[in-house]
């Protein structure tokens, strides 16, 4: 018999988000390069709280508030909060980010290889994608990326036209092996750049960056870790409960500049299938049948949360 899935997912993150085509050029992820979204599901009845604070107790953590901060310190409390986990078999989900990583991902995924249809997301072209973000995120000098950045700001025609050559030059003088790699980004970003040209100036700028989000004060946010940081684990956990998310409630760490943009990414991603996108994941299930409910809560009024950024963290 199938071990019935979780009804209560809670969420919380680790490492500063927030729009990563701001991040001055001097300080470019010297800090914090990582950011980590973390889940688990379980219910949080009274014998899951008293066996927390009987941990928190034996560790000597007094503080009300359970924080990441406070677990670096105390290995062993973090081995013992898995094991509490583990005996509630309560399922861990966690999404790690390279922020350079992500940055790079946009730049392949926007103006090398932009998509055009179904046969983008399929397994090869995903595969050769990947390849090509790896090759550019070790191998291309951090400059691709500031200038990414400064064109998601910007909007602007010409910067973004001088940024595909810059592309193409650097692939040009790249003579690390697998060298074919180099002539992949070569020969796409060449196309792109055609396509770019034929386009009227306000769609080849629209086409070439990321779709962007407003926050609550009507401003535009490019490039944003969590987002897909927890689309991702929604699917995950779509996966794990065979598509039966109807009575499933997700719990994050409250949001104010973000709250209502995770809404609105949370239902682009279930309209997914609507739409005819397949991804063929083997980790996740973007085919969304039923939406689980998504709900915020302070952390300091939520274990739940509390837990959840020790896993982050």
Not at 72 to 85: M, Q, T, V
Not at 217 to 229: D, E, H, I, Q, R
């Amino acid at each position: 018999m199938l071990e019935q899935a979780p009804a209560e997912y809670y969420i919380d993150e680790s490492g500063n988000t927030g729009d990563l085509s701001t991040v001055k050029i001097d300080s470019y992820f010297v800090e914090q390069r990582m950011f980590a979204l973390a889940a688990f599901g379980c219910t949080l009845d009274q014998d899951f709280t008293d066996k927390l604070g009987a941990l928190k107790k034996a560790h000597r953590i007094q503080s009300s508030e359970l924080k990441s901060k406070q677990a670096y310190d105390k290995p062993r409390f973090i081995f013992d909060l898995l094991d509490l986990l583990e005996t509630r078999r309560a399922p861990i989900f966690i999404e790690l980010v390279d922020k350079h990583f992500f940055v790079v991902v946009n730049i392949i995924e926007r103006m090398v290889v932009p998509y055009v249809g179904e046969c983008d997301t399929q397994p090869g072209a995903l595969w050769m994608k990947g390849v090509m973000a790896n090759y550019m995120a070790l191998y291309a000098p951090p400059e691709l990326a500031h200038a990414f950045a400064a064109c998601c700001q910007s909007r602007d025609h010409a910067e973004i036209r001088e940024l595909y050559k810059q592309i193409i030059r650097w692939a040009q003088g790249s003579g690390v092996p697998p060298t074919d790699v180099a002539a992949g980004i070569i020969r796409f970003a060449r196309d792109s750049l055609k396509d770019f040209r034929k386009l009227p100036k306000a769609k080849a700028v629209e086409r070439a960056l990321p779709i962007p989000d407003k926050n609550p004060a009507g401003k535009l946010l490019w490039v944003l870790p969590n987002l897909t940081s927890f689309t991702n684990i929604y699917a995950r956990i779509n996966r794990f409960a065979r598509k039966q998310v109807s009575g499933v409630t997700l719990f994050h760490d409250e949001q104010l500049q973000f709250g209502d943009i995770l809404l609105h990414n949370k239902k682009l991603a279930e309209d997914l299938a609507q739409l005819g996108v397949k991804l063929p994941l083997q980790t996740a299930d973007f085919e969304f049948s039923q939406a689980a409910d998504l709900q915020f809560q302070r952390s300091h009024d939520s274990i739940g949360i509390q837990v959840a950024d020790v896993l982050a963290g």
